[in-house]
């Protein structure tokens, strides 16, 4: 089937515009014709008079000629003026500038982090989640690896846990001190109240099954002297985005979730410096090269209310604690800035 529109072609329109031109340099020239006769006719030797009845003739057919030129020109220009203008496509010569990428835009996501990782220099990596079944995403090239203090969140809900909800004052402090100023000494006592390198691993790997991390095994032994066992546990970006964004409906986690969102000044860096609602547990540690490893899990409610479970990790190039903080920081910012939330992330 061929469509048909009321708007002329657009060689049909050239052609008239054409006709519209030359008409009018038609005129243009009679005019000047009539005009230069008409200077000549006034003096000079050689010249023409307008007594010449031929040239009486000829200039009364310049001026009908010129006459019917004028009115096919009159015409023309009225039928132009018209036709019906179409409005042109919004933004069909635009130049689309910056900005946030398209909502579920992954591949606008994937180049716009892959740009600030270049910037940035290291391995970094980001994963998140809206909850509610909607799905993790994954950005950057780091993955996977220790997840260094980060497990004392998964760790407190299980003290919480085996507590039946009511932690005595003391344990309270323990969890306070552990989360809001990532105190390892503390973490390690909270550790030992769950029994057994064995039994207390096995209550926190619980825990992550109840977020629906289905594939992190808590580390039970001391794999590297000076650190804890639990901080070794190796915990990937894609697990911990959906662990955390889980965190609110686990049972007994208000008040490590309450603590997570009163982390001293000194370690608000990355999702602490985003100016929105957040709940967040940082972890670092060198890597067995001496470079750091710095990352950072937590709930973030974005501007539109809506909320995303988000996991973020940097090894910058210069293998600096306060590179990787500030590498985060930068992570952070243009997660608010560019994620969307894809579900409802309620329980």
Known sequence: MIAHSDRPSKATARFRGCYVFIVLITIACVLSGCQSTADQSAGGAGS???????????????????????????????????????????G????????????????????????????????EGLAYTSGG????????SWQTGPGWSTVKVPLA?????????????????????????????????????????????????????????????????????????????????????????????????????????????????????????AQFKGGWGPGVGGGYLVRQMGIVTLADGSRIGLAIASEPADGRFETGTANLTALARWAVANIRAKGSGGC
Not at 96 to 109: C, F, V, Y
């Open 133 to 140: 079944g909607a799905g993790t995403t994954q950005l950057g």
């Open 92 to 123: 069909a010569s635009a130049t689309t500038t910056g900005g946030p990428p398209a909502a579920g835009d992954s591949a606008a996501l994937q180049t716009g982090f892959a740009q600030l990782a270049a910037q940035l220099g290291g391995s």
């Open 157 to 277: 809900v299980a003290v919480v846990a085996k507590a039946h909800g009511q932690p005595s004052s003391g344990v309270q402090d323990l969890m306070e001190r552990a989360l809001t100023a990532s105190d390892n000494a503390a973490a390690e006592q909270l550790w030992a109240y769950l029994g057994e390198p064995e039994t207390a691993a096995a209550q926190v790997q619980a825990v992550l099954r109840s977020g629906g991390d289905s594939e992190t095994r808590v580390q039970s032994q001391q794999v590297r002297p000076g650190f804890s066992a639990f901080g070794q546990t190796t915990w990937s970006l894609a697990s911990q985005a959906g662990f955390v964004a889980a965190l609110p409906c686990i049972k007994y986690s208000g008040e490590v979730l309450q603590l997570m969102g009163d982390v001293e000044p000194d370690q608000r860096w990355g999702m602490g410096t985003v100016g929105l609602p």
């Open 48 to 90: 023409t008079t307008t007594s010449d009845p031929a040239h009486a003739k000829a200039m009364k057919q310049m001026e009908q000629e010129s006459e019917r030129l004028r009115k096919e020109r009159d015409r023309l220009l009225a039928e132009l003026s018209a036709q019906p203008t179409k409005s042109p496509t919004p």
